[in-house]
């Protein structure tokens, strides 16, 4: 935009700039020719190297600044097509093109050219009404050039508003391919895009991450940076260091800064002079052991390639124009340069169309830096084709009635296609070239430019660097250009500062792995299925455990179990045969058969302990064991009580005992431990249910198949099997002192102590151990639960009952009774 204001700042004083300006006459001998149709030329043969300041507007005098000489040998090849054009029977026939070029060698300071070749007979005429006075648009049908972006920026906006087509050989800002703004350019030159996707592609071949990008402080840089930026993205390429070149540049501090950040890869991308400057100053501060990549505008450099100590700076590679010779062009320039030298012409014409090259030898021109020659030259046999279409030329002649308007020389231009030295030029919609390529090259230790790759664009992307062919200054080696060093397989990145490339390396724990393909900063979680070692790069398919009921200590449980049936069974049996015995009516009477019922069905229990969990089996579980044994709790629980009322309470308390007597109190208190119970284990269900469980905790590379139950959930269950178990073992401590002889007290308690003992045996174990057999030792517990009391209460009763018949006598049991009633009187 500034560039835009700049030019119509210089318009606003149009006139009175053109008439001071006609004052300004040089010799102009190889700037014109005349000819039917003009094309404009705008060449920096001239370079200004810092900012001219004026008290008065006035044009700059480009011949009184150092030459360029590849832009004066572009300069000639433009002048050589033109004349070849014009020497050619086919293109162009029965028609002569001439040419108007200027010297344009500031960006700023050069309008009266470009006002000049949009004039006509000297006058810039002011639109009138539309689509009149056409005529009076220019007196050029297109113009070729300028060479850089920062120039085109500032003069383009003079040519769009009236359509006249500008074909640039040299600017490369991606900006140009905006029609909106840029409706009237073209190029013959790949645009920054496709220069940038070179360099990363070179980057990435050698797979080098840390690297400097060093640009002109100009549009060029600018865009050239953006677009570097935006193209590594997505890549594991960072950009370490950036710095934008220009006439106060300190050097050494940018070298000092590019070290301290232990960069090994330069890119330069910067204008010719640019970065000559900054290759002499890295010879001179003895910059060593880097890698340069060179942009186009410099990589063929005649200049630096040749230059003492150039070897020591490291190895440079670069991205060029191919190098395409152009027939005829040599004998052209020996030719031009007998018949005329700059300044010998008579004729004065405008200013800054002259150079002080009288010195120059054709042999200096040739041998000029030969970049951008065939962009040069398809951009002049653009404009003819274009024209040639324009005046429909068929059978070696013209029709030279039709008037050309720069409007339609672009639309023409727009649809070239035509075939230059074997190559086909076309232009796509934005303008830009769908033709050529770049040469990806290697100064070598010869001090010549060795072509050693190639990055074709059309019509389908093709590259290939030759690495065989590079002489690393590493000594065969591919330098390495890193943050961070890789880490080992199985360790995570994690960044160290803004960079993605520096980081830090942290081992993946167990559980967790690094997916080497996708994320490379994050270890993953391995699936609840699956584990991992530490420091690993994959998952491993845990292993399933559970016990079946093949199991060795399953079938061993289970036939317990088995057993444990039969044994209550059998003592059912003889309690039911010996029933009106005392042995029978002491150790409990009917409720005596509750027990061994209730004993048989918490055995139920067992038998799921072992397969594979299922909800079902997970209840049953615990069902059975639950709810029977609180009944066979709150059995002894009454039992122990009616031991210590019948020997200690009745006879304190007689009223108690009657009242216990009368409404068998005994019942209601078990009815109503079962009854809570099954409420309890009916709404500790409804909230948690016990469920089959993975436990993934134990063992890193195993499953283990459980059941999960919720201790909140159910907690009033277990409340409740505590209390009775502890008035349990209360009432039963309380009757120690009871007959010897008359022992359910002490079987009960040790019963109990049993009991016990196993429970805080099996929670020690789940504690220690959580594999698959803790569920055989939880279903051992359960068993050892259930056989605590068959043999340690209802064993001794059947033993006196089958061998000590005598015991098992009213007498008997009067007398132990008489015994210790006399003893707690006296």
């Known amino acids: 935009m500034k560039h835009f204001l700049a030019s119509l700042c210089l318009l606003g004083s149009l006139r009175c700039l053109l008439h001071a300006l006609n004052q300004c006459t040089v010799p102009a001998s190889e700037f014109q020719l005349q000819g039917d149709y003009l094309i404009g030329g705008l060449f920096d043969i001239h370079h200004v190297s810092a ?156 797979n080098w991450y840390w690297v400097a990008f060093i640009k002109s402080d100009n549009d060029f840089g600018i865009n050239g940076l953006e677009l570097f930026i935006n193209m590594i993205k997505e890549t594991e390429i960072c950009l370490a260091y950036t710095k934008g070149l220009n006439g106060d540049t300190n050097y050494s501090q940018m070298f000092k800064q590019i070290e301290a950040q232990r960069v090994q890869i330069i890119v330069v991308f910067a204008t010719k002079m640019d970065a000559e400057a900054l290759i002499e100053t890295a010879i001179q501060l003895n910059v060593t052991n880097k890698v340069w990549i060179a942009g186009d505008t410099w990589s063929l450099s005649k200049k630096l390639h040749k230059k003492e100590g150039i070897k020591n700076i490291g190895t440079v590679l670069g991205v060029s124009q191919p190098v395409v010779t152009i027939p005829g062009f040599s004998d052209f320039i020996y030719s ?53 279409n324009v005046l429909q030329c068929r059978a070696g002649k013209c029709n030279t009635n039709i008037t050309v308007y720069p409007y339609m020389v672009l639309e023409e231009l727009r649809k070239s296609n035509f075939t230059l030295l074997n190559q086909s030029i076309q232009f796509d919609e934005n303008g830009d070239p769908k033709f050529g390529s770049y040469s990806i090259v290697f100064w070598n230790h010869s001090g010549d430019v060795q072509e050693i790759g190639f ?120 309690f039911a045969i010996n029933y009106n015995t005392p042995v029978v009516r002491s150790a409990g009477g009917p409720m005596c058969f509750l027990i061994l019922g209730c004993i048989s069905l918490c055995s139920l229990s067992v038998f799921f302990y072992f397969d594979k969990p299922t909800v079902s089996f997970c209840i049953l579980r615990f069902l059975p064991f639950i709810l029977f044994y609180t009944v066979c709790l709150a059995c002894f629980v009454v039992r122990s009580f009616q031991i210590v009322c019948i020997f200690k309470i009745a006879a304190k308390f007689p009223k108690l005992h009657s009242w216990w007597m009368k409404y068998h109190g005994q019942w209601l208190i078990i009815t109503v431990a079962f009854v809570t119970q099954a409420l309890l284990f009916l709404i500790g269900y409804s909230r948690d249910p016990a469920k089959p469980y993975n436990d993934t905790l134990w063992s890193p590379d195993k499953i283990i ?88 209460y209802f064993l001794p009763k059947c033993y006196i009952i089958i061998v000590q018949p005598h015991k098992n006598t009213q007498q008997y049991f009067q007398g132990l009774i008489q015994n210790y009633t006399k003893t707690i009187s006296q």
């Open 336 to 388: 031009s340069r007998r018949q005329m030298h700059c300044g010998n012409s008579g004729e004065q014409e405008f200013c800054n169309q002259v150079c002080n090259c009288s010195n120059l030898s054709p042999k200096d021109v040739i041998s000029m830096d030969p970049s951008f020659s065939f962009p040069v030259y398809s951009a002049v046999y653009a404009v003819a084709n274009a024209l040639h």
């Open 51 to 206: 900012p001219v300041y004026h008290d008065r507007p006035e044009a700059i005098d480009c011949s009184s600044k150092p030459i360029i000489l590849s832009s004066y040998r572009r300069f000639q090849l433009m002048r050589f097509s033109v004349e070849e054009i014009n020497n050619s029977t086919n293109l162009l026939p029965n028609v002569s093109l001439g040419y108007e070029i200027f010297d344009h060698c500031s960006d700023t300071l050069n309008f009266p050219g470009i006002l000049n070749l949009i004039s006509v007979n000297g006058l810039i005429q002011p639109w009138g009404e539309p689509h009149k006075n056409l005529s009076k648009v220019s007196k050029v049908t297109a113009v070729v050039g300028p060479f850089s972006s920062t120039d085109t920026l500032t003069v383009a906006p003079l040519f769009m508003m009236n359509l006249i087509p500008i074909v640039s050989y040299g600017a490369a800002s991606s900006a140009f391919s905006e029609k909106a703004k840029y409706p009237s350019f073209l190029r013959t030159v790949h645009s920054n895009k496709d220069i940038i996707e070179v360099i990363v592609n070179i980057i990435r071949h050698f």
């Open 455 to 574: 990055y074709k664009f059309y019509p389908s992307v093709q590259s290939f660097i030759n690495n065989s062919q590079i002489q690393w200054y590493t000594n065969g080696e591919v330098p390495t250009s890193l943050c961070s060093t890789e880490c080992p397989a199985g360790y995570a990145k994690k960044p160290d500062g803004i960079h993605k490339c520096c980081f830090n390396c942290e081992i993946c724990p167990n559980g967790t792995y690094v997916n080497i393909t996708e994320d490379l900063y994050k270890c993953i979680y391995c699936k609840e299925t699956e584990w991992s070692a530490e420091g690993s790069t994959s998952c491993n398919l845990r292993v399933v455990e559970y016990v079946p009921f093949k199991d060795s200590g399953a079938i061993l449980i289970m036939v317990g179990a088995w057993v444990l049936v039969g044994l209550t069974l059998a003592t059912s049996v003889l």
């Open 705 to 792: 198949l459980g059941c999960d139950i919720n201790l909140k959930a159910f907690s009033g269950s277990v409340f409740l099997l505590l209390s009775l178990c502890s008035l349990c073992f209360i009432f039963s401590y309380m009757g120690k002192d009871l007959p010897k002889n008359y022992n359910e007290a002490k079987a009960i308690t040790f019963c109990l102590l049993l009991l016990i003992l196993t429970w805080i045996i099996f929670a020690t174990e789940y504690m220690l151990y959580h594999g698959k057999y803790i569920q055989t030792f939880n279903a051992l517990a359960v068993l050892s639960s259930l056989y605590s009391f068959l043999l340690w």
